[in-house]
């Protein structure tokens, strides 16, 4: 009797659990046979029960499978839902028939959620995330490693010790809580523990008003196929969970929205570990799509695209997702560690390269590896940890010149990481910034601020990877950094030279030289005739936000009256133009950092508000070239238009207050805003230009880059090309101010027969024959006699006083200057040099050894212009003191340590030459 009721007992639970079986089918949707995809939960690891590892079995469904290996799983209990369901006696309040304690009395969920300053939901949800709610409390109740995987509720119609934590009904093998893997801190583990803040957030009410302030996830309206609550009539791919709060915000993303705990792949060998994916954990249908979303198993898109569409075809044709790019393959080590299949090529990995939904603590917006500076990946994963953000560490994981192992080859990655560990480099590490934690934080909800507002729902400003001025170091220069994404925006760069092709298609997103990758994405730049240098972006600048400056005065000495800030995707537009709104040079990424809008510039001499030389780690150290003080870019780059052209009468429009230096004078700048429009012939040159190719086309309406000057060490005399494989861009270099060669003081012509400076910026772009040789070249540079046959002026001083260093004359900072031909004279020095605003004083020179030397622009320099002449026709009398006197006079004494002497000697031409500048000795 005692048996057949038993008996009874086990047939009714037998007939429940099909019941459930049945109900969960139906109500929650187990996914039906799509190619290899089953749903099948004997074959995954979601099979806790004692069946051995190996055994063969078939399910009327999915056909016959193999149990998979586990490392925990119960020691005698053969029953598979009962570890999760049960059709009696389940959790109150929660569906569907939980097991497990998820709700009730003695149930208190605490965990730390993910947040960010770019997550929009913390808007959308006012009072930011909810705790988990639905079926992310049932996988929690495993994978936060806090109650034991044999914990239920209910087995064999027997209920447990009350205490759900520290009993464990159903005996283990291989431990009692979910295993730790590579450890609980990395991310290669699924024991997530109670912090969810490098975890994927759930209890993301997903509405439209989310879709519409993030800007670049799909709209649940519009794709109701693709996301959405489940009803009898209508089964969405992904299943929100009606877990919120009533009404616009009770739809919301939880585990099950892209995990089905009950669903196996067939061809694992060849597709990889899915995760209990609904959709493909890999990108397959190539090129990605770059409209809606193509959900079909193993041949579609990767889950993530579901949600996040990212523009579409800027995401599908980046050189992270373009199959003719990213090509790369990975290597087993790190392969076998993400439980991707092996050979997997970058483009297929696609999102995963970078993001991880559940990745290392620490790390920030879920970058995979994205923690611990300094610490290699390659031998075990990064450790984690509080306060261990470290972004570049994510990128370092391929672009590292394949030190760390990741993938097989890096023939086509540019080595950016080897920059950076160069003498001079950008600040990148928290050590060098010197703040934790990692300062750099995108924000898409910060109040309004001056030329940008990221307040509104429409702001859009997360995808654009914008950061408050606050943030870049105004109010408070400690905050100061740079990071990977302050310049490039990973999912929408191209290896393309050109970053406005139109719209984005497989051929026009790689540069190809006999069918191979080439240029890394960087601008078109070589050392030939035919084409016209410009300072367009190239591809890797692609989609990246910066400022335009404007101005409302054409002086050297005034500030920008504002700046326009550009951001967005360029989508299929061509337009180069420097008003459009989107990044369109590559200065306008440059001076979002280096120029006042990142700094309150009070536009005082050696103003602290400014950044000060050598303050971060692994710069150049300060009182280099005489510098303490950084100077502002763009108050230095502006390039009137009204100054463009050669001879111009406009000293002191440009800033001068003595009218003696208005005629033939102007502001000069190298082009990188601007061009010049001093073409050879408005300068009156013949026999040649003194610049070498490409400098020497199109003089005077071509541009440059500030990557021209600032980048790796250049070897090579007469090229601004990176040696061998390195890269561009200003990430490090073994010379001081990140440039690719040599400059300071006592450089330039060192010696009467043809002597130079070895590897001197200066002579990189300009001929170096037409600066340093005695005997006249016969090209024509700006200073050149066309009068008394002393022809080029560079050659005669050479001859004459055996040597010519570049600032003698011209500033220590040539960006952009007051004078023409950014020259320096010491009859006119004003506020650059702390005289005073207006000021326009003389420099008391009395002999070879006296100079002047004040930070920023003046460094030992000699020249005094007493009249300035227009380009090619220079004569000795331009030259000489303008014998001013008393306050107007700066002297040893006024000015100590500088240089200056306590006399002046007075007049022009040949005598005061003879006098000042025969032999100097500095």
């Known amino acids: 009797m005692v048996a057949n009721k038993h008996a009874g007992h086990r047939l009714l639970q037998v007939l429940g659990l099909f019941a459930l079986v049945a109900f969960v089918s139906l109500r929650y949707g187990l996914e039906p046979v799509q190619a290899a995809r089953v749903s099948d939960i004997r074959g995954t690891k979601h099979n806790l029960s004692a069946a051995a590892d190996g055994s063969a079995y078939t399910s009327p469904t999915a056909g016959a499978g193999t149990v998979t290996t586990r490392n925990i799983k119960a020691s005698s209990e053969t029953q598979i839902c009962v570890f999760c369901h049960t059709p009696h006696a389940a959790t109150s309040g929660a569906t569907p028939l939980w097991n497990r304690k998820v709700a009730g009395a003695g149930y208190t969920p605490n965990y730390t959620l993910y947040t960010s300053s770019s997550l929009d939901a913390n808007q959308v949800q006012i009072g930011g995330l909810d705790q988990p709610g639905g079926s992310s409390k049932l996988c929690l109740s495993c994978h936060d490693g806090t109650v034991a995987v044999g914990n239920v509720n209910v087995l064999n119609g027997s209920a447990p010790s009350p205490n759900p934590v520290s009993s464990s009904t159903i005996a283990t093998t291989?431990?009692?809580?979910?295993?730790?893997?590579?450890?609980?801190?990395?991310?290669?583990?699924?024991?997530?523990?109670?912090?969810?803040?490098?975890?994927?957030?759930?209890?993301?009410?997903?509405?439209?008003?989310?879709?519409?302030?993030?800007?670049?996830?799909?709209?649940?309206?519009?794709?109701?196929?693709?996301?959405?609550?489940?009803?009898?009539?209508?089964?969405?791919?992904?299943?929100?969970?009606?877990?919120?709060?009533?009404?616009?915000?009770?739809?919301?993303?939880?585990?099950?929205?892209?995990?089905?705990?009950?669903?196996?792949?067939?061809?694992?060998?060849?597709?990889?570990?899915?995760?209990?994916?609904?959709?493909?954990?890999?990108?397959?249908?190539?090129?990605?799509?770059?409209?809606?979303?193509?959900?079909?198993?193993?041949?579609?898109?990767?889950?993530?695209?579901?949600?996040?569409?990212?523009?579409?075809?800027?995401?599908?044709?980046?050189?992270?997702?373009?199959?003719?790019?990213?090509?790369?393959?990975?290597?087993?080590?790190?392969?076998?560690?993400?439980?991707?299949?092996?050979?997997?090529?970058?483009?297929?990995?696609?999102?995963?390269?970078?993001?991880?939904?559940?990745?290392?603590?620490?790390?920030?917006?879920?970058?995979?590896?994205?923690?611990?500076?300094?610490?290699?990946?390659?031998?075990?994963?990064?450790?984690?940890?509080?306060?261990?953000?470290?972004?570049?560490?994510?990128?370092?994981?391929?672009?590292?010149?394949?030190?760390?192992?990741?993938?097989?080859?890096?023939?086509?990655?540019?080595?950016?990481?080897?920059?950076?560990?160069?003498?001079?480099?950008?600040?990148?590490t928290n050590t060098e910034q010197g703040t934790t934690p990692e300062m750099h934080d995108i924000n898409s909800n910060f109040s309004a601020e001056t030329y940008?507002?990221?307040?509104?729902?429409?702001?859009?400003?997360?995808?654009?990877?914008?950061?408050?001025?606050?943030?870049?170091?105004?109010?408070?220069?400690?905050?100061?950094?740079?990071?990977?994404?302050?310049?490039?925006?990973?999912?929408?760069?191209?290896?393309?030279?050109?970053?406005?092709?139109?719209?984005?298609?497989?051929?026009?997103?790689?540069?190809?030289?006999?069918?191979?990758?080439?240029?890394?994405?960087?601008?078109?730049?070589t050392n030939a005739s035919g084409y016209t240098h410009s300072n367009v972006i190239s591809g890797v600048l692609r989609g990246s936000w910066g400022v335009e400056p404007t101005y409302s005065s054409n002086s050297f000495h005034s500030l920008p009256s504002g700046y326009n800030v550009k951001r967005g995707d360029p989508g299929s537009n061509t337009s180069t133009l420097a008003s459009e709104t989107y990044v369109t040079r590559e200065y306008q990424i440059c001076l979002k950092c280096h120029s006042d809008y990142a700094y309150s510039d009070d536009n005082a001499y050696k103003s602290t508000n400014r950044p000060q030389v050598g303050s971060a780690g692994g710069t150049t150290p300060s009182g280099t070239n005489g510098l303490t003080v950084y100077t502002n870019q763009a108050k230095e780059f502006q390039a009137p238009s009204s100054h463009a052209g050669e001879p111009l009468s406009l000293g002191t429009d440009a800033g001068s207050s003595d009218t003696n230096f208005n005629t033939n004078n102007h502001r000069s700048w190298h082009p990188v805003m601007a061009a010049t429009g001093r073409t050879t012939s408005k300068r009156g040159m013949s026999g040649g230009n003194p610049w070498v190719t490409p400098w020497s086309n199109a003089v005077g309406t071509q541009t440059m880059y500030c990557t021209d000057c600032h980048g790796s060490g250049v070897t090579t005399a007469q090229s601004v090309i990176p040696d061998s494989s390195n890269p561009w861009g200003p990430h490090g270099s073994s010379n001081n101010f990140i440039l690719k060669g040599v400059w300071g003081n006592g450089m330039g012509a060192t010696g009467q027969n043809s002597g130079e400076t070895a590897n001197l910026l200066c002579f990189k772009c300009h001929d170096s024959a037409n600066y340093t040789t005695r005997n006249d070249t016969g090209r024509k540079s700006g200073f050149y006699d066309g009068s008394t046959g002393k022809g080029n002026l560079h050659n005669y001083h050479i001859d004459r006083i055996q040597k010519l260093y570049c600032t003698w004359c011209h500033v220590a900072v040539p960006h952009g200057w007051k004078n023409k031909a950014l020259l320096v004279n010491l009859n006119d020095v004003g506020e650059e040099a702390g005289q005073g605003v207006g000021s326009s004083k003389e420099v008391a020179i009395n002999g070879n050894s006296a100079y002047y030397k004040k930070e920023p622009y003046y460094l030992y320099a000699k020249l005094k212009v007493s009249s300035f002449a227009a380009s090619g026709n220079w004569a000795d009398t331009n030259c000489g003191s303008r014998g001013k006197t008393g306050g107007n006079l700066i002297t040893s004494t006024t000015d100590a340590g500088t240089g200056a002497a306590s006399g002046n000697t007075t007049g022009t031409g040949k005598n005061w030459m003879t006098s000042t500048c025969s032999g100097p000795t500095n």
């Open 452 to 525: 940008i507002d990221c307040s509104t729902a429409g702001s859009r400003c997360g995808k654009d990877f914008i950061e408050p001025r606050s943030n870049l170091g105004r109010g408070n220069l400690t905050k100061r950094h740079v990071e990977c994404t302050d310049c490039h925006n990973p999912h929408r760069v191209i290896r393309a030279q050109n970053g406005l092709p139109g719209a984005l298609s497989a051929t026009n997103t790689k540069d190809t030289v006999s069918g191979r990758n080439t240029g890394g994405g960087a601008h078109k730049h």
């Open 174 to 428: 291989g431990g009692t809580y979910m295993p730790t893997g590579s450890g609980t801190g990395t991310g290669f583990t699924r024991n997530l523990g109670t912090d969810l803040s490098n975890d994927h957030p759930i209890s993301v009410s997903y509405n439209d008003a989310l879709a519409n302030r993030d800007g670049e996830l799909r709209t649940p309206s519009a794709n109701p196929t693709v996301m959405g609550v489940r009803t009898t009539s209508s089964k969405p791919k992904l299943k929100l969970e009606n877990t919120g709060s009533a009404g616009a915000n009770q739809a919301q993303i939880q585990c099950a929205t892209c995990h089905d705990p009950h669903i196996r792949e067939t061809n694992v060998a060849t597709v990889g570990n899915q995760k209990f994916l609904r959709m493909n954990r890999f990108q397959h249908q190539d090129p990605p799509s770059s409209s809606g979303v193509n959900m079909t198993d193993n041949s579609g898109d990767i889950i993530c695209l579901a949600c996040h569409d990212k523009a579409g075809a800027s995401w599908a044709f980046s050189a992270h997702a373009n199959s003719q790019v990213a090509d790369e393959l990975y290597s087993n080590t790190h392969a076998d560690r993400r439980e991707f299949p092996r050979n997997l090529p970058v483009w297929q990995a696609a999102c995963l390269n970078c993001h991880d939904t559940h990745t290392v603590s620490g790390s920030r917006r879920l970058l995979r590896e994205g923690t611990n500076e300094g610490v290699s990946t390659s031998a075990t994963p990064k450790a984690g940890g509080a306060n261990s953000s470290a972004i570049e560490e994510t990128c370092y994981q391929c672009h590292d010149g394949g030190g760390n192992g990741t993938l097989q080859a890096v023939t086509g990655v540019p080595n950016i990481k080897s920059d950076f560990a160069l003498a001079r480099h950008m600040p990148i």
